[in-house]
């Protein structure tokens, strides 16, 4: 689970576009760090396979609309522009040269190969093949042996799942093993049957025999598509799938349900080029917004709305995606649009308050909100706003409360039912500095609030300003048109602040494969770091994808300095001299992103861990650990999937010293969120992580304790986090004075950088 040094994986692909100086936005893939599965589809063709090719791609994205893995075509050396009809089709496509079909089972930098042919067709549903995780999946087919009656074989150009874990020893280095008529002996025991109809033979339909509804792979073994005698029904399948581009894309389109972004930001615009559509325009825009795409998304439904009455929907999207890129007035014009309509009005309000709330502008955001209620009085979002601009009483000034004396905290502050770890970490990150976190001696300014000219002079007025902690950088949350990562602050007012300015403990955030726009994220990035007395980040893997964006002469500015919450017995050594540990072990998951941290295996990791749990509570009291209602989702999940049933502790719901006693009380911690492993860590306790997002697995690298975390997608992560469970709390001494060890050199860098600031800041 260590940090390996970056390199493309072979799914990784640039998407977006470059024209006319506009950013290219990156795949970011950690996939070596957080050991997510590389998934692939794989066909070997020559010349005369491309039509059939062309087909099975058409009927692979309309029977499986939400499946969109790297598509690799081996091929023995055809010209690049051969693909051309096939890259139309797919925006994953990949090309290798190869000898022969056999090389599927050699096919570098994937997990899963589903390998299919050309004169294959897909009926139905691939989503059993791609949770596989063991063995090499592929349905043994009846053969006619002559006298010795029938048998049944592996065909060598039968559909294959192989995982490569399992056949690199067997077969990669016996090639003439997987030439024959049978690939079964080569096989050996890595074989995983499937059923039949995973690959179905067309020539079992003679007599025109329809194609059984069941049927999700069609295999033609003679020639396709060309009405043989008494293979009609058959041939019918495949020629639904012969289309022209255009006939494609709107059947894709047009589809119900859940579709792949990839497949539909692909599909889609030359259709809208064609004939511009509302729905689908506002669909489109919807993937570029989930994407991160905004300038793409207002691209694209910008010139279909106008200023129609009867979109209140597309304006609200529009309205979004120009907020995200800092389009204020446009935003607020577009949102007002969609607050008109009864049926999107309480959304719409909720956006309207957000907007202004970010502009600075409370009294406005609480009269939005108000009108959000009026609307509908039940809407969380408003009521949520309502709440949060509510006209506060200010506090009396004490002698001597000036802001000079002060400390300005940008950060992000939760409130309410967000995440437990937004809530303790700014705490964490003043009492760094001072003991007194309140408002007396700290100014808070959120970090998502645009830095206008006076919250810029408030900012100056301060004898010191903390950027920090937290994963800040990060595309999505709360975009922003002026940084591209979370502080909402223009370039031309980052060089005019005056005071001095240090960025501690922020971390790069991005998910695996998680699509960034770092071009104006890189040249803020460079701003900030020229501006800053002190560029200081919360893991090696943070400062190592930092560097890359900068010049070469700021990159020695980047420094370490952890997470303050994980040294939390240190800053408040009097709450941590005794701890009264209970039988207990807490357990945490996140659910953000879920597609980015499960992709297809997150039905494996439930069953998995609920191995896993099933024997722990034999040993100990294990609960739940919810940072935010939306993590409860896996207590739903496990109870239903699994019938285990979890007390669950609604840390969303506590305040910070009632967290820190619970992780502080707990003999071990499972999670899955940074905070879930960090907090307890710092209050002493052992943990275990589970690994879906690069910064735990950075964090676990800093500590040298990279065999503490396991990586959702590990195939045997029931037994092996049942085993290293197991192993803590047999001796648990041992593993809290391991924790306690392994804190000593976080708190001695944290030391050391708080000494040097203290100088910069000068006496407060």
Known sequence: MTPSPE???????????????????????????????????????????????????????????????????????????????????????????????????????????????????VLGSLDELLRMRHGVGAVRQLLCAGEAGERRAVLPDGLLVIQRADVDDALTDRPADVTGDDLGPALAGALAPLDARYDFLARRLHDDTPV????????????????????????????????????????????????????????????????????????????????????????VLAPVVGDRLDAPRCHETLGVCLMALSRYEEAEAHLLLAAASPDVAPRAFAQLARLAWLRGREAQAHAYAREGLDADPTDGGCHSWYVR??????????????????????????????????????????????????????????????????????????????VGGGGLFLPDTSPNGNSHWQWNIPDDLLARVSAPLAVF??????????????????????????RSAFFGLRNHGSIDRVRELLPAGLRDRVRYQPCPTTVARHLDPERFASVERSDTVLVNCAYDRAGLRFGHDYGHFLTQTATALRSLRDRADVRYAAHMPADEKFVHDLRREHGIALPVEQLYDMSNDTIRALYGSARLVIGMRGHAGMIPFGCGTPILSLVSHPKLAYFLSDIGRPEWGLSVHDRELGPRLTERASSILDDHAAAVADVHAAQEILWKTTRSNIEELRKTFGPS
């Open 7 to 121: 390199s493309p994986s072979p799914g990784s692909h640039v998407s977006g576009s470059s024209v006319s100086g506009r950013s290219v936005s990156v795949a970011d893939d950690r996939s070596a760090v957080t050991g997510r599965r590389r998934i692939a589809f794989a066909v070997h063709t020559d010349r005369d396979g491309l039509p059939g090719l062309a087909t099975l791609l058409r009927s692979l994205a309309l029977t499986n609309p939400g499946v969109c893995e790297d598509f690799v075509v081996l091929h023995p050396g055809l010209p690049d522009t051969s693909f051309d009809a096939a890259r139309r089709l797919h925006p994953r496509l990949v090309t290798r040269r190869a000898k022969d079909r056999t090389d599927v089972f050699r096919l570098e930098g994937y997990d899963t190969v589903v390998a299919l042919t050309p004169a294959t067709i």
């Open 212 to 299: 059984p509804g069941h049927v999700a792979v069609l295999r033609f073994t003679g020639p396709v598509g060309t009405g043989a005698p008494g293979y009609g029904p058959a041939t019918e399948a495949w020629r639904r799938f012969e289309m022209s581009d255009e006939e494609f894309r709107a059947a894709y389109c047009a589809l119900p349900g859940r579709k792949h972004p990839d497949l539909l930001a692909h599909c889609a615009p030359p259709l809208l080029a064609a004939r511009p559509s509302l729905d689908l325009a506002r669909t489109v825009a919807d993937v570029h917004r989930q994407q991160g795409r905004y300038d793409e998304a207002v691209a």
């Open 389 to 466: 601009t509510r006209p506060d009483v200010p506090e009396p000034r004490r002698p001597g409360d000036t802001p000079a004396r002060q400390l300005a905290h940008v950060a992000l502050f939760a409130e309410g039912q967000e995440n437990a770890g937004d809530k303790v970490l700014p705490e964490a990150v003043r009492s760094c500095f001072e003991d007194d976190t309140g408002p007396r001696r700290w100014y808070q300014q959120p970090v998502h609030r645009l830095v206008d000219e006076e919250a810029l002079e408030q900012l100056n007025a301060r004898r010191g300003i903390v």
């Open 505 to 530: 403990a922020v971390g790069y955030n991005v998910f695996d494969g998680q699509l960034y726009r770092r071009g104006r994220f890189a040249e803020s990035l460079r701003v900030l770091v020229e």
